[in-house]
């Protein structure tokens, strides 16, 4: 099984949340979408222990089951369609995670979050 993950599950694994360090043993390939490096990078300019985030951040990104996931043409599509469905049905998400569920759709993955505006998307597959 392959699976992305957003900001809240990477804050979740690292605030010792032992149910998503549990699941994050399952998957065989976990892939951090480049919106999430950015939200979390983001937030380690603004926090105080920056410096101690983001090389925990890098020892993560160099597990052999993580790869950073990145957008294409073909990602802009799959965000338009979703966009486009989001808005007829009058339920918009944050656009940074309409970008993280346009690439689980490309890249045929699971998603692994927490938040519940991703419900909206049933097509979306989830873990």
Same mark, same amino acid.
Not at 41 to 51: Q, V
Not at 75 to 100: C, E, H, K, M, V
């Given at each position: 099984?392959? %699976? ?5 599950? +990477?804050?979740? #694994?690292?605030? !010792?949340?032992?149910?998503? @360090? ?6 065989? /390939?976990?892939?951090?979408? #480049? ?6 990078? !983001? ?5 105080? $222990?920056? $410096? ?7 020892? #993560?990104?160099?597990? *052999?089951?993580? $790869?950073? /996931? ?10 338009? @369609?979703?966009? +486009? @469905?989001?808005?007829? /049905?009058?339920? *918009? ?6 970008? %993280? !569920? ?7 993955? +699971? ?10 998307? *049933? ?5």
């Amino acid at each position: 099984m392959r %699976i992305a993950i957003d900001t809240n599950l +990477y804050r979740d #694994f690292f605030s !010792a949340d032992s149910e998503v @360090q549990k699941q994050l043993r399952v998957p065989e /390939l976990i892939y951090v979408p #480049f919106v999430t490096l950015a939200e979390l990078r !983001a937030g380690f300019l603004c926090g105080s $222990r920056g $410096r101690e985030n983001e090389h925990r951040l890098e020892q #993560f990104l160099s597990t *052999p089951r993580v $790869r950073t /996931l990145h957008q294409t043409d073909r990602t802009s599509r799959f965000y338009a @369609q979703l966009y +486009y @469905q989001l808005r007829s /049905l009058g339920t *918009p998400i944050p656009t940074n995670d309409l970008w %993280i !569920a346009s690439l689980v759709m490309e890249n045929d993955i +699971y998603l692994y979050s927490g938040d519940q505006h991703f419900d909206c998307l *049933p097509q979306l597959p989830r873990f």
